[in-house]
């Protein structure tokens, strides 16, 4: 298993006028909730179908408290929580602030590497990966790339920030 990553040039120059590269992650496969499932019963003594029933649940829950203006923080993997991202144009009287101005949005901020239990946590893995180049995979198998739903952006990824989800 390796994080597979490909060579992308970065649209703007740099300070110095060059374009210069970086590495830009290459995924390549979908893993579905029903698969996830499936994997965790393997690991328990739960059914596939308890297991997704749980995620369904866990889904509601999450939203009945995010919308209630609550922080949701799952241990080893992070914290949820609505901002309001204004857009337009601000007000110079407090009294006419409005919800119109702004538009929700999901953030998430993942958890520290050990979380208080001392129980490591999903990002925990981030300094143990291995790492290796769309040119080393296609050289000795066919590689299948899933496209990302939004492109990244000269080395950062959109979906891989903590600001936004």
Same mark, same amino acid.
């Given at each position: 298993m390796a994080i597979i990553y490909k060579v992308k040039q970065a649209s703007k120059a740099n300070k110095e006028g060059k374009k210069l590269y970086h590495p830009s992650t290459v995924h390549i496969g979908l893993v579905t909730t029903a698969q996830m499932a499936k994997e965790v019963a393997e690991y328990s003594s739960l059914t596939a179908g308890d297991v997704k029933n749980t995620i369904d649940n866990l889904i509601t829950v999450m939203q009945k408290h995010l919308v209630s203006s609550e922080v949701v923080e799952l241990d080893g993997i992070g914290t949820f929580r609505i901002r309001l991202k204004s857009q337009g144009k601000g007000v110079e009287n407090p009294d006419e602030v409005s919800p119109k101005q702004a538009v929700p949005k999901l953030y998430f901020h993942r958890a520290?590497?050990?979380? #208080?239990?001392?129980?490591?946590? *999903?990002?925990? *893995? *981030?300094?143990?990966?291995?790492?290796?180049? #769309?040119?080393? *995979?296609?050289?000795?198998?066919?590689?299948?790339? #899933?496209? @990302?739903?939004?492109? @990244?952006?000269?080395?950062?990824?959109?979906? @891989?920030? @903590?600001?936004?989800?």
């Open positions: 520290a590497e050990r979380n #208080i239990t001392r129980s490591t946590s *999903l990002w925990g *893995l *981030l300094g143990r990966m291995e790492y290796k180049s #769309i040119k080393q *995979l296609r050289g000795s198998k066919s590689v299948q790339v #899933i496209p @990302d739903p939004e492109p @990244d952006t000269d080395g950062e990824e959109n979906g @891989d920030t @903590d600001h936004g989800v």
